[in-house]
């Protein structure tokens, strides 16, 4: 198991959801996002891993999966997803941090990264994280938030902004809260045995004036036309990557779903109330249909 924790961005308590999607006015960028997703996810599968799923507000769009794994490191998102979602088996509620996933290597056939790697610090363990929990073959959407972006070069090009967009390290741009540089991340990729096989650019008239005086409808179906040009160049504020995990895996031990995160154990013993790992002795409570694996 990892020794290395890097700080977690908290959403304990926050009120995302309702205060930047559903009152925050971006009805644009969420409609465009659901055009990505329809482009690049698979029509359906067995068990997908969401990871930093928030409040769920992209869970519904995974609808052809039997089984959703919604990880996030907040418990208050994961009761918010519940209660809009429900309680039903179809959902698994998982509080755990991306960088020490309490899984057994090779248990998902896909996995999504929506608005979550903007948080890490160290996005390369994190990628390696994944890769490890997904079986060869199945499919990554990961979206990033993307530094070579047209309006980061034009304020660079006027001296109004001092970081270069076209240098490959990261950019915090507030406190947890990362820019990438699209070459990086195809690299970080490859280096943990994804192939990508396409890449969408998303949100290009992420502007306000824009968004006030050019109606939704030919803001979404511009920005549909524009994403298609993803594979060629990157300069949106929001990238789609589709990758697929290739090379040397494991499927997953018959039966087994839960890793200790503490010491790497597996199979997990699940009682009503908890799941016990019977090597390093840690006890990760089972609460209101969440199982918590932080701590
Ligand atoms: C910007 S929200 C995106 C939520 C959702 N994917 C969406 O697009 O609506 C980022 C989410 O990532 C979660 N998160 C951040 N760092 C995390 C970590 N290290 N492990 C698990 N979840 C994390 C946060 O708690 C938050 O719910």
Redesign the pocket.
């Given at each position: 198991m990892t020794e290395e924790r890097p700080p977690?961005?908290s959403?304990e308590g926050s009120d995302?959801q309702t205060s930047f999607?559903d009152q925050g006015g971006r009805a644009y960028e969420d409609r465009v996002e659901v055009i990505a997703l329809e482009r690049l996810m698979p029509a359906g599968g067995s068990l997908l891993l969401e990871?930093?799923?928030?409040?769920g507000?992209?869970t519904p769009r995974y609808q052809g999966f039997e089984r959703i794994v919604l990880?996030?490191?907040?418990r208050t998102?994961l009761c918010q997803a519940r209660d809009r979602l429900g309680d039903t088996p179809k959902y698994i509620y998982v509080a755990?941090?991306?960088?020490r996933l309490p899984f057994v290597p090779g248990l998902f056939d896909a996995a999504t990264m929506?608005?979550?790697l903007h948080?890490?610090a160290n996005p390369e363990l994190a990628l390696r994280q994944v890769r490890q929990t997904l079986q060869p073959g199945a499919t990554f959407i990961l979206e990033f938030a993307n530094k070579h972006n047209i309006k980061a070069i034009v304020r660079y090009a006027l001296r109004r902004q001092e970081w270069s967009p076209f240098s490959q390290e990261p950019v915090e741009f507030a406190e947890l809260n990362f820019d990438f540089h699209p070459k990086a991340i195809r690299r970080w990729l490859g280096d943990n045995r994804f192939q990508i096989e396409r890449q969408l650019t998303v949100s290009h008239f992420r502007i306000e004036w824009f968004k006030r005086h050019i109606p939704l409808e030919w803001l979404v179906r511009m920005d549909s036309l524009a994403q298609q040009t993803g594979n060629l160049w990157q300069l949106a504020p929001s990238v789609f990557v589709k990758a697929i995990a290739v090379g040397e895996g494991v499927t997953a031990l018959e039966g087994a779903f839960f890793r200790c995160p503490e010491c790497g154990h597996y199979p997990l013993q699940e009682a009503p109330a908890e799941v016990v790992c019977s090597s390093c002795g840690r006890i990760w409570p089972y609460q209101d249909g969440i199982y918590d694996f932080r701590g």
């Open positions: 977690v961005c959403y995302y999607w990871l930093g799923a928030g409040a507000r992209n990880l996030d490191y907040s998102q755990a941090d991306i960088y929506i608005r979550t948080h890490m």
